[in-house]
């Protein structure tokens, strides 16, 4: 079976398992900051706020972005939008009401 990688279903997938990875990937790596650096957390909370870690990951998506406009993908590269921009309106809304705090 042969898939056609031009495909905006194949950005979207894309789109959406690299930050989920990125996510777990900076959240072990923030529990390792926690314990190598327990002075610099402050009642229970992490050494990175959990909105940025959020973001961080969001941000990930330049990664597979970047490789799909080397191949020419345009399809592709218009799924990964979509999904980063379903990602980010997501990550608004939850952590939105917090920023004007």
Same mark, same amino acid.
């Given at each position: 079976?042969?898939?056609?990688? &031009?495909?905006?279903?194949?950005?979207?997938? !894309?789109?959406?398992?690299?930050?989920?990875? !990125?996510?777990?990937?900076?959240?072990?790596?923030?529990?390792?900051? @926690?314990?190598?650096?327990?002075?610099?957390?402050? @009642?229970?909370?992490?050494?990175?706020?959990?909105?940025?870690?959020?973001?961080? !990951?969001?941000? +990930?998506?330049?990664?597979?972005?970047?490789?799909? @406009?080397?191949?020419?993908? +345009?399809?592709?590269?218009?799924?990964?939008?979509?999904? +980063?921009?379903?990602?980010?309106?997501?990550?608004?809304?939850?952590?939105?009401? &917090?920023?004007?705090?």
């Amino acid at each position: 079976m042969n898939i056609d990688r &031009n495909q905006i279903w194949v950005g979207v997938v !894309a789109g959406i398992l690299v930050p989920f990875v !990125a996510y777990a990937f900076l959240l072990m790596l923030s529990e390792k900051l @926690d314990a190598w650096f327990p002075e610099l957390t402050t @009642d229970g909370e992490s050494v990175i706020a959990p909105r940025t870690v959020y973001l961080l !990951a969001i941000c +990930t998506n330049l990664i597979p972005f970047h490789l799909m @406009d080397r191949q020419r993908l +345009t399809k592709a590269m218009r799924g990964t939008i979509i999904a +980063t921009f379903i990602l980010g309106v997501i990550w608004l809304v939850y952590f939105g009401k &917090n920023m004007l705090e």
